[in-house]
């Protein structure tokens, strides 16, 4: 894992990415550095989802992209062993939690305490779910176990996609304040429709539009 | 001890481990091995083994008519739930989740694969292995090497389908695209069994070898022919075909043809599909 002079973490250059003949991301360049807190912003069919994607290597695109100095499509599971991600909907897995949380410890080789710890702090009692099948339980109960998974995990880039879009107003105030302290060296990404409620939590505002950035804004010094 | 913890934790045991458990949580699952068993049962209860055919009586003729059974339920029943694992996965999402961690494209491919053929195959083995503890109970004898053949034939008949099913379930953008394609292909494969081919060769006057190699290419023949070969070493019931196949190759030679061309086909395809899964956009 590699940063440059810059501590680039991110470096996208003349990205694009279309689907069949339309464009959803278009000959994009931006970069992003180490201790950033992004608001990534924009209506829907922004691109912002297709951007995460992109980063996670799920998408081939055109252009040049770099995440640790290395190509996500090619050096995919390297890259991702650094990368937290929460969705914007949680996906229907049938596992149970128990085995679920099983799962993530064996993939992501943190210690389950963790996971449960986080869980606990989220508002979720974890253990009286583990039976349960991971997507029997509430959109807001499957939000808080994701958010644990992802920020257990301590990565260096954490991206959630719309992640308070589930929980309730007192989980969002435990996942923010969780986002808050999280190590300053993390890059985090933010997609949210709801600028006001991360206004407080983030560095830089990006705003994207039709597949490309309108508004790239520093608001705070870096801490 | 090393390895296999190395095993264990890889990513592909992984995400074997969690499908084999879905697997064991679905109605399906339950259904078609509840299926297998009961056909088995039946068979006993209504005195199969007393009868009949083309002078096998006993076991021989339990098993015969189980991989007919087999024929008839298993690559349908393979290519309809397989279909809908990858390309069902990529619609709910699941799969940009659990591909946001550190798994590798290959690693969840062959991981659902290997789990699938588990699922697949362990259920009709059991029933198989449970009509031959069964038959020695009740001192009939055991045709042990009708018992090796069946069960190498229904694992490279499973692994042939689960490869065309893992390719269609790669390529297809939808899971009622992949469904209806399995459909169609589980038919056209039905249709070119040998009647059809017997009906073909008169009619059209084709060169009888040319379509006997055709109809070989279609694996569920190739099954159907091995299962027959045992019991009716002259290929009887097959009339002018068996002439065509038993002159061209010994039958040691087609048993073997039997066994490994299915599997070949599976591989090439399943590799193919993860080739196709790898390249282009999981989502």
């Keep these: 894992m590699t940063t440059n002079n810059n501590h680039e973490l991110i470096s996208i250059d003349n990205l694009s990415k279309a ?17 950033e807190r992004i608001a990534l912003i924009g209506q829907n069919g922004a691109g912002k989802t297709t951007l ?6 799920q998408y081939n695109y055109e252009g040049d992209m770099k995440v640790f100095g290395m190509n996500p499509r090619k050096e995919r599971k390297d890259i991702l062993q650094h990368i937290g991600f929460v969705p914007q909907m949680p996906p229907p897995i049938k596992l149970t939690v128990k085995e679920l949380l099983n799962f993530f410890v064996t993939i992501t080789k943190t210690p389950a305490d963790t996971f449960i710890r986080l869980s606990h702090e989220m508002g979720l009692p ?3 779910n583990y039976h349960k099948p991971f997507f029997k339980l509430s959109g807001g109960m499957k939000q808080k176990l994701l958010i644990s998974f992802a920020l257990g995990r301590q990565p260096k880039i954490l991206l959630l996609d719309e992640p308070s879009a589930n929980l309730d107003p007192q989980a969002r105030t435990i ?9 300053l060296d993390t890059l985090m990404i933010l997609s949210s429709h709801r600028m006001d409620e991360i206004s407080g939590l983030v560095n830089r505002v990006v705003e994207m539009d039709l597949g490309n950035v309108v508004l790239d804004k520093i608001i705070s010094k870096q801490t | 001890m090393k390895k296999l ?17 879905q697997h064991l949580r679905s109605k399906w699952f339950w259904t078609y091995s509840i299926l297998f068993g009961g056909f088995v049962a039946a068979m006993f209860s209504t005195g199969i083994t007393e009868s009949q055919i083309i002078g096998f009586v006993g076991l021989s003729r339990l098993m015969v008519t189980f991989m007919q059974i087999s024929m008839v339920i298993l690559p349908i029943y393979v290519l309809i739930t397989t279909v809908r694992s990858v390309v069902g996965d990529r619609e709910s999402n699941v799969m940009e989740y659990i591909l946001s961690l550190p798994i590798s494209f290959s690693g969840y491919f062959w991981g659902k694969f290997i789990a699938r053929f588990l699922m697949t195959y362990i259920p009709v083995f059991i029933a198989l292995l449970g009509a031959a503890v069964y038959g020695s109970f009740t001192e009939l004898s055991v045709p042990w090497d009708l018992f090796a053949l069946y069960s190498a034939l229904l694992a490279s008949m499973i692994f042939c389908f689960l490869g065309i099913s893992m390719f269609i379930s790669s390529v297809a953008s939808t899971q009622d695209l992949a469904i209806s394609t399995a459909f169609i292909l589980w038919l056209i494969l039905v249709a070119f069994l040998d009647l059809i081919l017997m009906g073909l060769m008169l009619k059209l006057r084709m060169d009888a070898g040319m379509v006997i190699g055709f ?12 299962v027959l070969v045992l019991f009716d070493p002259e290929l009887t019931v097959m ?15 087609f048993i073997l043809f039997a066994i490994a061309y299915p599997i070949l086909l599976g591989l090439f395809l399943g590799m193919a599909g993860n080739r196709y899964f790898r390249k282009h956009d999981i989502i």
């Design chain 2, 239 to 253: 009339g002018t075909a068996s002439y065509y196949i038993l002159d061209t190759v010994k039958r040691e030679l």
């Design chain 1, 126 to 128: 974890i253990e009286d």
């Design chain 2, 215 to 226: 109809g070989m290419l279609n694996p569920l023949q190739v099954f159907r022919t091995a």
């Design chain 1, 19 to 35: 689907f069949k003949k339309q464009e959803v991301i278009k000959n994009l360049t931006i970069h992003f550095r180490e201790k």
């Design chain 2, 5 to 21: 913890k190395k095993i264990v934790s890889s990513t592909w045991f992984q995400i074997l481990n969690t499908d084999v458990r």
């Design chain 1, 52 to 57: 995460i994607r992109c980063i996670l290597g």
């Design chain 1, 175 to 183: 996942l923010f304040d969780h986002l808050r302290n999280f190590p």
